[in-house]
């Protein structure tokens, strides 16, 4: 069975990602610091395993890793975005958010690649929050993501892994933006960042919205 390793699973996008799995037929460990939403997340799927842990302890991280064995897929979702003025944040609250989505990030790397470089394949998914403007270090730390899957496919590209970045703007559905992860995973293995054929899912969703709604016909 292909075993998956999905974090930030107790909600939204991560949460979505690891039912769709588990309904798929993989293996699921499902990660994130939320025990209640990891219950909920699992509910009816007995083939997924829950892990309350934190992805900014690389210790943690790697003890769930050999935990699972080998890992196919990590979709990387453990993000967190506290909009406030950039310099109005408190800096405790800007390292919180670098420690969690650049350390936490490098972290699930450092556990996961390793080992899909050594069997010759797997599906590295790294999915920061791409946040409004009022959130500037969770912008800083999306940007972050962004260069450092491309710093990984210039480095390990053409070993046989695929490395993905998906950067979600807020409002747009987990589904929409997980069946572009899925439709990606069919393009060149060198196309690292995650759009919707015919533009990006901002601008599909805001293209969307402004269709007029579908002309009804009356039951005779």
């Known amino acids: 069975m292909r ?3 999905v974090t930030g699973a107790g909600r939204g996008l991560g949460a979505l990602a ?3 799995l588990a309904a798929a037929a993989w293996d699921v460990v499902a990660v994130d610091l939320d025990a209640d939403g990891l219950a909920r997340t699992a509910l009816r799927s007995p083939n997924m395993h829950v892990r309350t842990c934190d992805v900014t302890d690389p210790e943690a991280i790697a003890d769930v890793v050999a935990m699972a064995g080998p890992v196919q897929r990590v979709v990387h979702a453990a993000m967190i975005s506290p909009a406030a003025p950039a310099l ?3 800096l405790a609250e800007v390292e919180r958010v670098l420690g969690t989505d650049v350390l936490g990030t ?3 790397v450092r556990a996961t690649l390793p080992g899909m470089l050594e069997r010759g394949r797997g599906e590295l998914i790294l999915c920061p929050d791409h946040p409004e403007p009022g959130a500037a270090s ?3 730390a999306s940007a972050a993501v962004a260069a450092y899957t491309d710093a990984l496919w210039a480095e390990y590209g053409g ?3 695929t490395f993905r970045c998906c950067r979600t703007p807020p409002g747009v559905p987990a589904r929409l933006v997980l069946d572009a992860i899925d439709r990606s995973l069919a393009r060149p293995a060198g196309e690292t960042h995650v759009e919707l054929s015919g533009g990006t899912l901002r601008e599909r969703l805001s293209r ?3 269709r007029p709604p579908a002309a009804t016909v009356a039951p005779r």
Do not use: K, N, Y
């Open 3 to 5: 075993t998956a390793l």
């Open 18 to 20: 690891a039912r769709r």
């Open 88 to 90: 109005e944040q408190p």
């Open 106 to 108: 490098v972290h699930v």
């Open 138 to 140: 969770a912008a800083a």
């Open 159 to 161: 070993q046989g892994v």
């Open 208 to 210: 969307a919205a402004r």
